[in-house]
């Protein structure tokens, strides 16, 4: 019987009489090593070709498998590679494969030494490694597969070479493996397993001198080279390493952290998460910003994980040693402030200059955790101590507690968070369940017993916590306050948080005994330079960007890299933090900063320098909101919101009329996406007064803005010319002027312009927009041209200019703008069409509306395709998308919104026969009424003749022909005036309405002229309310009688059909039958 020999850098076979045959040819050899892999089991031929090829695959993979099958049964023999559906089969005993034995006496190795049968475990490990003569598939390891099995194969030897080494130190044959040891760590330097037996091994042959400078070689390399500290497996192996002659032991329960009388509230996780890394790590830094609670977190730390330190641990406080000396004796002092807390009472006097000496004979071979608390004083210390205790103590674990980093290379570092806050109007169930109003409840009740969290308080806490960001000393002393203030009496007093939270606790250190000495102990700690910086970034409202920055506040400094470095020192410095994008200063420091800003009598420079650079800001957002960036724009407008507005009202309160008009003018168009009126309101009469009725040079545009934006809808998409209620000239004057200026004004201003005067007779102004350079004005003239004249041109040419406006817009306009083009081509192409020509299109569309986009916008569009599927009769379809939009709050949206809401979802009950139910929605929803002889036809007109011609056929069904005639008669009036086409989109409701009231023939002459309108107009369908309504005439008629009827009316004019149809009914409802 053949054997496989895959434990090498060449695959071989070997005959039964012990000849040797290599296996020429990578592929081959690779095939023979995944069949051998598997022996005895049979492998799919797509698997070995995956596995031969992978990504190289040949043009006929399964005959190039047939042809190595063949050139592998030459040397095998045919009936060792057999055929066996799904693939091919490698008739050998598994035992016949060495890869194979190879990993059964490495399980039978593992269970005699976990069983106590080290002897036994040898031998077999013994044989296991007498079976590797190299690097296992080195020569096909090309292919994912192989490349897998080939580190499996590796990783069984290192594993079996471990075990082997444990065995052979069980049976004290350490010394036998040292060597063996020492060739295989250097051959995997971050194998940390490897690295301890080693240590393991020279410790137990009596060279423990070598085992501790072997465990520090892996440890430096650990650190330069990955950035971690040794793991627990290597550090045990250390800890378990004979003690020297003369041990210095510490007492187990050295000085213990400062324990508090509070409850420990809301840091479960960071516990967690600080005693998971310091099992991974020997230096960890909590850094965060005065009062964020990393004391408190280092003391909770201890009592919850000290088992971890058999030999205890050590607290020093660091907080008394003075940095006014030089940098030796600060370094002494750091030292010896460390060595009290480790060892109190051993020693009482400095030993001139020897402490970190001391402190090395102290903890030798003590396996323990020092604490360093309040370090940032003297940073540059505290780093010299460290590095000189973690270099020389294998075993020394330290918890570094500081408002900056140590910079050092192998120190991890734990930011301390915020207490998480509440949202804003956030209900008590939820309020509640934050850690910072937890916290701030608990300290609370200990000065108000029966303080509770209420209805009637929720929003003055949640204010309170999300003023005060969390920050643990700051909810503290804001709760002490309670004694004597209620909540919304505080939450109104906190723009003077320095004065109001000013007497902490007796017991607490000075710093910590208000707020204002919370932030003075970091601000002095700050160079000139870094001091500048702080308070001109005070401007800034909910943080920056780098960009920001430097445009704002180093617009004096020439080296921009300058202000880079000094901020990236305030991130380290903890008065700052950063995200990876942005930069934010707690509320608390901010407010610090400012006061600073405002002593120095910088206040005035900074924050206009910081409304200049956000007027610039906003009016390149505002351009970009028009284009296909709307999206991101939309992001960045929402990020620097807090930015924008305390930029406005910087130009207010100041009385700046150019920069409030600037400001005002181009944000209002983002608040007009988000839909968020109220902005709007709030700030329009402000920046109106400011300007005292003057128009700032070169702001018409802006100015324009200021005046008319309330009476633009922020959910349309098509330019309504008639929404601008002012009709006097002064409206167009301003738009012209605006047009003259740099600046320029917003494209809506200019097409309502145009559209104005289209409708006065002149098209000049028209025609430019449709031949302009910007794309997207462009776009929006086609869909306005689309129905323009809509009666005097064929179909053809509706679709061509919205094509063409859908073109346009991909490639220059507006993400929001162009899914309503695309929805008016899909409305056309699913009424001419049927509604699989505009499931594409509807697709598009709605992945193009952003989140960001108002409620009323994303609601709409949902709306407008739940109508289409309606409208096309496709009912599963249309509830889909029915059920996202009824998932948006009635409260985000305008009542106009929620009438579009009522109607879909009226259509819809009448559609599934819930008549009472369709009656009832209907009834609900305030269907517009648009003037007849203003302005556009078909886009305002559309919508109210449709909904009311439904309405009428709900109403029918019901039996209530009166209201029916009622909504009938306005929905055609509204149809004939705006085209001829929309009448034969209604008049279905007028035949539902005659045979309703018992007139069949009335309904077949309408529809005769219905049917032939649609063929003439090249309809390939019907719909499914003009087929409803043909389907029911025909059954009330017979066939013969509705044709003759149908046919002798085809010719007729529609409308006049119509009204009879209304005047009949009305007669038939109100005669003594009805």
Known sequence: ????????????????????????????????????????????????????????????????????????????????????EPGYVLAVEPEAVD???????????????????????????????????????????????????????????????????DACVELGRAAEVVRALAAEAAAH????????????????????????????????????????????ILRRAVAELDPPSEPQRVARHAQAPP?????????????????????????????????????????????????????????????????????????????????????????????????????????????MLLILDNCEHVITAVADVVVGLLDRLPLLTVLATSRQLLALDCEQLHPVPALPVPATEAAVDDASTCAAVRLFLDRATAVRPDFELSEDNCRAVAAIVRSLDGVPLALELAAARLHGLSPQTLSGWLDDRFGLLA?????????????????????????????????????FAGGATLEAVIGVCGIDIDDLETVAGR??????????????????????????????????????????????????????????????????????????????????????????????????????????????????????????????????????????????????????????????ADTSAEFERLIRAAMTEPRGVHPFFVLTLALREYYRGDRSLLERCATAEDGALRGQVLVLRAYEDVDAKPIESIFTDLEAAVDCLSSAGDPRTLCGALFELALMRSKWHGIGCATTLISRGLELVADELSPDTRHNFLLGAANLHLEDGDIAGAVGYLACAEQFDPMELTDESMSIRYVNQGYLAWREGRVDRAVELFERAVIPEPVIGTHQRVPRMYVPARWRAIFAAVLAEAQRLDDAVRQLRISREYAAYASPLMLLDVAFAHVLTALAAGLPENAARVLGVVLRGYREEGRTVLGPDISRALAATRNALGDDVFEAIA????????????????????????SPAA
Not at 40 to 68: C, F, Q, Y
Not at 569 to 585: K, N, T, W
């Open 189 to 232: 330097p971050f194998r940390e397993s490897l690295a301890a037996r080693l240590v393991t091994a020279l410790g137990a042959a009596g060279r423990t001198s070598d085992a501790l400078q072997a465990f520090r070689r892996t440890e430096r390399l650990l650190c330069t080279e990955r950035g971690v500290e040794p793991s627990a």
């Open 567 to 724: 901020l990236a020192e305030l991130v380290a410095m903890s008065l700052v933090e950063f995200d990876g994008r942005r930069y934010r200063m707690l509320d608390t420091i901010r407010a610090y900063a400012a006061e600073e800003l405002a002593r120095m009598g910088e206040a005035e420079r900074w924050e206009r320098a910081h409304a200049a650079w956000f007027a610039d800001f906003i009016e390149v957002g505002a351009r970009e909101l028009r284009g296909p960036a709307q999206s991101e724009w939309m992001h960045r407008f929402a990020t620097e919101h807090g930015n924008c507005e305390a930029a406005l009202d910087w130009s207010v309160r100041h009385r700046v009329p150019e920069f409030a008009v600037r400001l005002f003018g181009e944000l209002a168009w983002y608040w007009l996406l988000r839909g968020q009126r109220t902005h709007l309101s709030t700030w329009q009469s402000a920046v109106l007064d400011v300007t005292g009725g003057e128009i700032p040079s070169g702001c018409t545009g802006s100015f324009l803005t200021c005046r008319y934006v309330e009476q633009i809808q922020s959910r349309a998409v098509t330019v309504l010319p008639e929404w601008i």
């Open 99 to 165: 890869a194979i034995r190879f990993a059964r006496l490495l399980d039978i190795g593992r269970l005699a030494l976990s069983q106590g049968r080290p002897d036994d475990a040898v031998a077999a490990l013994d044989r296991m490694l007498g079976l590797w003569r190299g690097p296992a598939l080195r020569e096909v390891a090309e292919t994912e597969t192989l490349w897998a099995a080939a580190e499996v194969l590796a990783e069984q030897r290192l594993t079996a070479v471990e075990l082997h080494a």
């Open 1047 to 1070: 046919g002798e009316y085809e010719d007729a004019v529609l409308e006049p059909l119509l009204v009879e149809v209304e005047h009949t009914a009305l007669a038939v409802s109100r």
């Open 503 to 539: 007497n902490g606790s007796r017991q607490a250190p000075a710093r910590h005994r208000s707020l204002r000495a919370m932030v003075a102990w970091s601000w002095e700690l700050l160079s000139a330079a870094e001091a500048e910086l702080a308070r001109r970034f005070s401007v």
């Open 259 to 367: 324990r508090r009388l509070t409850s420990f509230v809301g840091r479960d996780t960071e516990v967690s998460e600080v005693a998971a890394l310091l099992q991974r790590h020997r230096l960890v830094t909590l850094v965060g910003p005065g009062g964020i609670g990393k004391t408190r977190l280092a003391a909770e730390l201890v009592l919850a994980a000290r088992e971890q330190w058999p030999d205890g641990y050590g607290f020093a406080d660091l907080s008394a040693v003075t940095p006014d000396r030089s940098g030796a004796m600060v370094r002494n002092a750091v030292a010896a402030a460390v060595f009290a807390a480790v060892a109190p009472g051993v020693i009482s006097e400095e030993p001139g200059g020897n402490w970190i000496d001391l402190l090395v004979r102290t903890l030798r071979q003590q396996r």
């Open 1 to 84: 019987m053949i054997r496989i020999r895959l434990l090498g850098e060449e695959v071989e076979v070997v005959s039964g009489d012990g000849e040797f045959a290599g296996v020429r040819g990578r592929r081959l050899a690779a095939l023979l090593a995944v069949l051998a892999l598997d022996a005895g089991k049979v492998v799919p031929v797509s698997r070995l070709i995956d596995a031969v090829w992978g990504e190289k695959m040949p043009a006929s993979p399964e005959n190039s498998l047939h042809t190595l099958v063949r050139r592998l049964r030459a040397i095998t023999g045919r009936d060792v590679v057999e055929w066996a």
